[in-house]
């Protein structure tokens, strides 16, 4: 199989706070035009080379209720992208739940249910072998359960522990249910590569203390030994020894049909202050540095799952340094399989993390949202067109043949 040229289309589903205290759904796929349009964004994706796509129905508006399914909008485009030999990295769960289970991740049931919704896909959709069963596992309980911006709304590390076990424990758990019925099937976790740059002595330990925290959902899912002050911590906040021996036990087989999929943006670097203020700190180590970090901690083959930036702030460069990062991790011996640009289509209402309903379209897809191509589409085009045949893969010793 060939290198992962990849792109995706923005499929999140949170809820958020309106300034009049009532709550609404966030519809990345309604917002961008793609139910309406989703014919003509495959055939976009054609138009760059591009073979392999993010992808995945909306979580919320396919799993109705306990053991109810809705599979009309999956079954017409997924059936469209075999027809265009276009394959999928099926994306289930994209920051959002379903309403009847409360829209809030500290809801214990979403780790029973969404094994068995993972497990109906796989069975209706035996030929799908690429899964990202729950996408950016630690963004997802950050977001909902700490900063307080999403889904639940909450903040404090009671809340993160609660929502991170809750989502971890899914994640394992789909994918069992997914390889009880397709045994070849790989997981690509895709998950948000961060660091946290101390601002000063007096900041080191706390910096450090979330440079741990960082790698938490990944240690779970991969059952790594985690060091005693982040056990300590999440025995503190609520898991218990039971629930993290699950992990242990349950985790490390999965651990080979696992693809570490990295994502990083300008935004994933932060400052820490004395004070305890965490604040944005731009690009002061980049790709090759903290993805470093990750594989030299879960020695899994790696692909580049996420990056992107606004075509003022330069998205051809940026795409240029994510790739030489991405060769040069690749050529010192990291085992990469694939690179993605995200999205296929811009955005709308990213520059407030999904949290205001402004409907303010965000430049950072290949193509705008009147499917026009942007710079940096051709630019990923060209890039795609020079590497494709030459590009050499790891993916034979996945099992991907």
């Known amino acids: ?48 080379g591009i ?11 396919t799993h109705v209720a306990p053991g109810k399914y809705d599979w009309s909008f999956a ?22 739940l379903p309403d009847w289970l409360g ?66 424990k899914a994640n394992v758990l789909a994918m069992e249910a997914i390889l009880a019925v397709q045994p070849k099937a790989r997981f690509i976790q895709s998950e948000s590569t961060e660091y946290f740059h101390p601002q000063g002595p007096a900041a080191q330990q706390l910096a450090e203390h979330l440079n741990e925290m960082r790698f938490l959902p ?13 056990y300590l911590y999440l025995t503190d906040h609520g898991m218990t020894r039971a629930e993290f021996e699950f992990f242990q036990q349950r985790s490390r087989d999965l651990k ?28 002061l180590f980049g790709y090759y540095v903290i993805t470093k970090q990750y594989y030299d901690r879960y020695h899994l083959p790696v692909m580049h799952t996420e990056t992107n930036i606004a075509e003022e702030s330069g998205s051809v460069a940026w795409l240029n340094k994510e790739w030489a990062n991405m060769l040069r991790l690749k050529q010192d011996g990291v085992p ?3 690179f993605t640009w995200y999205s296929l289509l811009d955005q709308v209402d990213w520059d407030t993390a999904l949290r205001e309903d402004n409907g303010h379209v965000n430049s950072l897809g ?15 085009r060209e890039i795609i067109g020079q590497w494709r045949d030459i590009l050499p893969t790891e993916s034979l010793c996945l099992g991907l043949e």
């Open 366 to 380: 290949l193509y705008d949202l009147d499917r026009k191509i942007r710079p940096v589409g051709e630019a990923y």
């Open 51 to 61: 073979e392999f796509l993010r992808y995945g129905p909306p979580y919320y508006r």
């Open 256 to 283: 080979p049909f696992c693809i570490m999929g990295n994502d990083y943006y300008v935004t994933n670097e932060h400052c820490v202050f004395p004070d305890g203020r965490v604040g944005p700190s731009g690009e």
């Open 336 to 338: 990469i399989v694939g």
């Open 75 to 96: 079954d017409d485009t997924l059936r469209a992208l075999r027809e265009l030999g276009i394959v999928p990295i099926v994306d289930l769960c994209h920051f959002g």
């Open 218 to 230: 990944l240690d779970l899912n991969y059952a790594f030994d985690l060091c005693a002050t982040m």
């Open 103 to 168: 829209n809030s991740f500290q809801n214990p049931e979403f780790a029973h249910y969404f094994p068995e919704y993972a497990r109906a896909f796989a069975a209706r959709y035996p030929w799908v072998r690429f899964y990202t069963p729950v996408n950016e596992m630690y963004v997802t309980a950050t977001f909902s359960a700490q900063l307080g911006w999403w889904n639940e709304r909450l903040t404090g590390d009671r809340a993160f522990v609660t929502a991170l076990k809750h989502i971890a």
């Open 1 to 48: 199989m060939a290198f992962l040229f990849a792109t995706g289309i923005e499929n999140s589903s949170p809820t958020i706070a309106l300034p009049d205290g009532t709550a609404k759904r966030v519809d990345e796929l309604e917002k961008t035009g793609h139910y309406r349009r989703w014919r003509e964004d495959f055939r976009l994706v054609k138009e760059l």
